[in-house]
């Protein structure tokens, strides 16, 4: 295979993949797909010279050797096995199944084809990751014992016009809009778009979540009223850990990714909004307050314009190169699986009020470490540190 000839499905999110698969030397985008007129428009301006159609069947018959599927969360599944079932392999935007039943699906159709599916969960591309799974390799924070995730996004825009414009209620009240249609995630539980934050955590401790207790929060948020405001969730993992995961689509603020390790002989934070890591390992003690590492978002040397931060690029670049190696993808199907099924169950729990729930494991065969890291380079050597010093800061 000379270059991976790519075909994007749906270009609200797709066009950062479109970008993204132009600029990999490997990769060729020979078509895209979108039903919306002024979003293939728009497409156009990113790549004039590749073919825009307007049904998904239109795009298949180009004959692609792989789809990246970005259209919307409750039929990511049945676009991805159509794609599989077409003989292409699958890059699939995330949470990738909205139900356990798909992941089944899934599951067999990657069996069946031989072709290979991916998560495109960008989050587990930041950079600071690289550096959390050397250290825990290393045990210099001790045992992991306890690890955190948050994201933290204010998405009030739920209801959708034929054209594909995004209203809050508010603002279809305002304008006498009375045509429009919830959002695909204008009632998905919140826990049930936490990949972001537990995919990169599994992958730093190289784990998985065996049980799941889930509790919300109020409804009170009138611009999103079909999901409550917030939800949290604890994952025991198969090693003993837990997992703590909150997500908020409802409550106002800036968005953000948040992450913290907790280890036996030290631990480890990353803010988004800071851009860097703290970390107070066994050397320096407890008593001697953090230690700042300048590690963000993506490597100094990545294009941090190319999609949240650089990771994108990422995404689809790791894709394409274990295609055309012929290796198998950094996120396959197994742990998409691994990423998605605990939100599933989760929000059950949630709904049962907080009852444990036991994580099935969706694979055939034994399981075995995870490949992620097999494609993305653990570092040798760390940048230098600075003491960090919080403003007016009170020692207890």
Known sequence: ???????????????????????????????????????????????????????????????????????????????????????????????????????????????????????????????????????????????????????????????????????????????????????????????????????????????????????????????????????????QTAAGRLIKITVTLNTVRPGSHNYRLHGTEGGAEWYSHEGFCRIADRERGHREGWECVPIGTAAPDDDRTAGHGGTDIKTAYYFTQAIIQGRDVPIGVHRMCDYTVPGILAARSAELGGQPIAVPDIRTGRRGASGFWDHVPIPDREPERWDYEAPDQIIY
């Open 1 to 235: 295979m000379k270059k991976l000839r790519v075909g994007i499905l749906g270009l609200r999110r797709g066009r950062s993949h479109l970008r993204n698969f132009m600029n990999i030397e490997d990769a060729e985008v020979i078509g895209c797909a979108d039903r919306v007129e002024h979003i293939r428009d728009a497409a156009r301006e990113v790549a004039p010279e590749v073919p825009m159609v307007e049904e998904y069947e239109e795009l298949l018959a180009m004959e692609p050797d792989a789809i990246a599927v970005c259209t919307n969360g409750r039929v990511q599944a049945k676009h991805s096995i159509q794609a599989l079932e077409a003989n292409c392999h699958v890059l699939s935007e995330v949470p990738g199944a909205f139900t356990i039943e798909e992941c089944h699906h899934l599951v067999a159709a990657v069996q069946l084809t031989g072709k290979q599916y991916m998560l495109a969960e960008n989050s587990a591309f930041l950079d600071f990751l690289r550096y959390w799974r050397k250290w825990v390799i290393e045990k210099t924070m001790g045992e992991i014992s306890l690890a955190e995730g948050e994201y933290l996004h204010y998405l009030p825009e739920t209801l959708i016009d034929a054209d594909n414009r995004r209203f809050t209620p508010g603002q279809a009240r305002e304008e006498g809009l009375t045509d429009l249609k919830p959002l695909w995630r204008a009632d998905q539980p919140p826990i049930q778009y936490l990949t972001h934050d537990l995919g990169p955590l599994l992958e730093v401790l190289d784990d998985h979540v065996t049980s799941v207790v889930c509790r919300e929060g109020p409804w009170w948020q009138t611009e999103a009223p079909l999901r409550s405001d917030g939800q949290m969730a604890l994952f």
